[in-house]
Structures are given as structure tokens and as C-alpha cells.
């Protein structure tokens, strides 16, 4: 591994994703400037396709929980369908607020992976904040409904990808580094 560092890299190496949080929100100040800092992201051809839907509201989050994993427990996949039957598990870390991230579909090139980018962006801010942070793919399950879709109001001819749940780390849980692997390079010169 590189011997180079500094505060960017080493905040990079040092986020996790928190499943549990304290209950208060973030203050303002700091969601706007994680905010923005997905709104900074690299975007193909310019076309800014996010969108951002913070919730706020803890029945709603709850309910997303609740939906999510409804339909998990109706998956063809075993391990997807043992994670909804947990009861005590919160797909969303019981956050204070998440922030669903969707992508504009006309005139936009690459709306996936541009969302993708802002959502790193925006998780590498919150750490650099000491903020925690949770990259959810299973919301899937709750965006897939007509109804639970209706329900997050999104701009026309927006697609919901992901979930970030957010807020203050839970000081009582520790988030161990996992071994990374290091033979995943190969060079052509």
C-alpha cells in the first residue's frame, strides 16, 4: 500500500458505515455542506442528474423500515429474505434522517453512476465531519412499490437509487476496519 497521506486519503480509509446512531439530527450547517458536496460530484457530461430527498421525519423513516423489509421477506433471495425477517433489525441504522438519492433519466448520460459519485462524495464528507453514515442498497425493495414511490414526492422522470442514513455515531458501537484486498491491481504498459 502507499506510504503517501493526508487528511483527504486518511478520512477516505477511516469511514465506515454506522448502523447505529444517537437521536438527534445533524445540525443544518452540516447536512447542507454534505449536501454539497454531492452536489460537487463528477457527473458525465455535465448533466447533474441527483436529486436529494432528505427525510426527516422518524414515523416516515420507520415506515420505510417497515416496507422494506415486507417485501425482503418476499425475495427469491435466502439471504435477502432472512434480513427481512429480523425483527430487531432497522434496514436504515434507526438514523435520525436519511436521504434518499435519485437520478434524473432525460438528458442525462450516466444518471446511476453520477449518483453513485455524489453519494460517495457525500458519505467521505460526513466522516470528514465525524458524522456516520450508511450506503443502503435494500431500500430497493421499498422503492420497487407504486405506492411507497408516490409517497417520496420525487421530481418527474426521477429514479430512486439508493439510501444514505445519517447522523451522529453511536460512541457505544465500534466499526472495526475490515481487511481490505491488495491483489486487485494489474498493470498494462
Sequence with gaps: MSSLTNEVL???KRRRSVRKFL???IKQEE???IIEAGIYAATGHNSQPWHFTVIENKD???EMNRKTKAAMRESDIGWVRKMGEKERLHILGDAPMVIVVSGRQ???YSPLTDCANAIQNMIVAAESLDIGTCYIGLTDFFFNDPDNLASLNLPD???PYYTVSIGYKDPAYVWKTPTRKTDVVSYIK
Excluded: M, Q, R, S
Aim: no cysteine; proline share 6%.
Design 10 to 12: 486518511e478520512t477516505i
Design 23 to 25: 437521536p438527534e439530527k
Design 31 to 33: 447536512l447542507d455542506a
Design 60 to 62: 416516515f423513516i420507520n
Design 106 to 108: 432525460e438528458n442525462a
Design 157 to 159: 422522470g426521477h429514479v
